[in-house]
């Protein structure tokens, strides 16, 4: 990470039966992305496919970055500390305020659906992840995605060989995140979180980290240590007991998925 994104290539499956004003939406939120992030759409492949029951896509994005400035998730160090951004649940919480909106509206207000509905354009870490770069002392980055914020931290120790200590009251949860999980019976630390971006910095160097996130509008929180390998991935909870987080995390958007009966768009 901390490249600079710059060049789109896009390819559409449209679904059978899909019309023109499908493709128009679906293009349209393209280029609102593409239009907040500087990006250019260079190339791709669209088609309608007999027999495919929803649209796929799939892209690939290209861009450019400084010599020595490229960053992966497998530089963490004992002794680093482990940033997070925004907190946990963004692009879980849009999707669930989408599609499992009836039974979410019996704990949380229309206007609450609708703010957590525009987490979706939050999605984006190049903001961040660019001013974390700039700042210098970061080891490694990784983003947040199935498996959420935990399955995060896992990836990054595995890659990484090293252990990671996580305090749960360190990561920030939107009060509205929280009430639409707890009403839908999903754990926001392990629900998908693009949007969140794991940042590992050298301890001398965190605060800076920190401040060069902010001044980008984005939230930051100190929310662990990175520890030797034979520590493994531990979670300490608020009630200061310690959970073991020794296998893969399990995905908990799909389970409220099916446990309310989505059968998808």
């Known amino acids: 990470m901390g490249a600079r994104p710059k060049w789109l290539l896009l390819t559409l499956l449209l679904r059978e039966g899909a019309e023109r004003r499908e493709l128009e939406g679906i293009l349209s939120q393209v280029d609102e992305a593409c239009r907040r992030l500087g990006v250019a759409v260079v190339g791709g492949h669209t088609e309608l496919v007999a027999g495919l029951p929803r649209t796929v896509a799939a892209a690939t ?20 500390v482990v940033l997070l951004t925004k907190g946990a649940c963004i692009e879980g919480a849009a999707i669930m305020a989408h599609e499992l909106a009836e039974p979410a509206s019996r704990r949380l207000a229309p206007s609450d659906l609708d703010y957590l509905r525009s987490f979706i354009w939050r999605v984006s870490v190049v903001p961040e992840a660019m001013a974390a770069v700039e700042a210098g002392g970061v080891t490694a980055m990784h983003d947040a995605t199935e ?4 399955g995060a931290v896992q990836e990054l120790a595995w ?8 305090f749960e009251e360190r990561v920030g949860v939107d009060p509205a995140v929280r009430r639409l999980c707890e009403a839908l019976g999903v754990d926001p630390l392990r629900t998908i979180s693009s949007g969140t971006l794991l940042i590992v910095a050298e301890r001398r160097r965190a605060g800076d980290v920190m401040e060069a996130v902010r001044g980008v509008g ?10 030797e390998p034979e520590e493994g991935v531990r979670l300490v909870r608020r009630d200061g007991s310690v959970e073991e987080l020794n296998e893969p995390v399990e995905e908990e958007l799909w389970k409220a998925l099916k446990r309310y009966g989505w059968s998808g768009p």
């Open 61 to 80: 994005m290209m861009g450019e970055a400084r010599r020595g400035c490229f960053v992966t998730s497998s530089g963490a160090r004992p002794g680093d």
């Open 147 to 150: 498996g959420g914020v935990l």
């Open 159 to 166: 890659a990484s060989n090293v252990g990671v200590r996580l």
């Open 218 to 227: 984005v939230e930051v929180y100190e929310a662990g240590v990175v520890t």
